[in-house]
C-alpha cells in the first residue's frame, strides 16, 4: 500500500497529508515501524504547533497523540520496535517514548540549532543526532552523552 502511494509522482509530504490527516500544514517527518503495520507521523500547523500522530495500517485508522513538539522536530524507532524518539522541545530536548504505548520513558538533550536528523543504532541502544553543525550520540538505556561534535 504505501509502495503505491510513494510511486506516484506527487510529493511523499502530500500524500501522507491527504490519507493520514487533515487541518497540519506538513509532515516534518515519518517513520515506519518495523513490522509495517504503523507509521509515526510527526505533523506541523502554523496555528497548533506541532503533534505526533499514530497511523495504524491494517484497520486505516490514525491516533492524534498528547505528543507537542517544536518546528524543527522529527521522530525515529528503533529497529525492534520497541522505542520511538521524538525532538524536540522548547528546552531542545529529544524524549524517548514507548512506541507500543506511549508512555513517556525519558529524554537526553540538548540539541542546538535546527535538528535535522534522528537515528537508533541498530541494537537500539544508542540514539544519534544532527542539527546545524552539531553530532551527538547518546546511551539510551541511560542517557550519557558519548560523543559530541560541534
Same mark, same amino acid.
Given at each position: 500500500?504505501?509502495? !503505491?502511494?510513494?510511486?506516484?509522482?506527487?510529493?511523499?509530504? =502530500?500524500?501522507?497529508?491527504?490519507? @493520514?490527516?487533515?487541518?497540519?500544514?506538513?509532515?516534518?517527518?515519518?517513520?515506519?515501524?518495523?513490522? +509495517?503495520? =504503523?507509521?509515526?507521523?510527526?505533523?506541523? *500547523?502554523?496555528?497548533?504547533?506541532?503533534?505526533?500522530?499514530?497511523?495504524?495500517?491494517?484497520?486505516?485508522?490514525?491516533?492524534?497523540?498528547?505528543?507537542?513538539?517544536? &518546528? +524543527?522536530?522529527?521522530?525515529?524507532?528503533?529497529? !525492534?520496535?520497541?522505542?520511538?524518539?521524538?525532538?524536540?522541545?522548547?528546552?531542545?530536548?529529544?524524549? @524517548?517514548?514507548?512506541?507500543?504505548?506511549?508512555? &513517556?520513558?525519558?529524554?537526553?538533550? &540538548?540539541?542546538?540549532?535546527?535538528?535535522?536528523?534522528?537515528? @537508533?543504532?541498530?541494537?537500539?541502544?544508542? #540514539?544519534?543526532? +544532527?542539527?546545524? +553543525?552539531?553530532?551527538?550520540?547518546?546511551?539510551?538505556? *541511560?542517557? &550519557? #552523552?558519548? @560523543?559530541?561534535?560541534?
Amino acid at each position: 500500500m504505501i509502495v !503505491d502511494w510513494l510511486s506516484k509522482p506527487q510529493s511523499v509530504d =502530500r500524500c501522507l497529508k491527504t490519507v @493520514f490527516f487533515e487541518g497540519y500544514d506538513y509532515v516534518h517527518s515519518s517513520a515506519l515501524a518495523p513490522g +509495517g503495520d =504503523r507509521v509515526f507521523l510527526c505533523a506541523w *500547523n502554523g496555528i497548533r504547533g506541532g503533534c505526533l500522530f499514530v497511523h495504524d495500517l491494517a484497520h486505516h485508522s490514525t491516533l492524534q497523540t498528547s505528543v507537542r513538539f517544536y &518546528e +524543527g522536530s522529527h521522530c525515529t524507532i528503533s529497529d !525492534d520496535g520497541r522505542l520511538l524518539a521524538v525532538g524536540k522541545d522548547p528546552h531542545h530536548r529529544i524524549h @524517548f517514548y514507548s512506541a507500543h504505548l506511549l508512555k &513517556e520513558l525519558g529524554s537526553v538533550g &540538548e540539541v542546538p540549532g535546527f535538528l535535522r536528523k534522528l537515528c @537508533f543504532s541498530p541494537s537500539g541502544r544508542l #540514539l544519534a543526532a +544532527g542539527s546545524d +553543525g552539531t553530532l551527538k550520540v547518546w546511551d539510551t538505556a *541511560n542517557g &550519557e #552523552l558519548l @560523543f559530541a561534535r560541534d
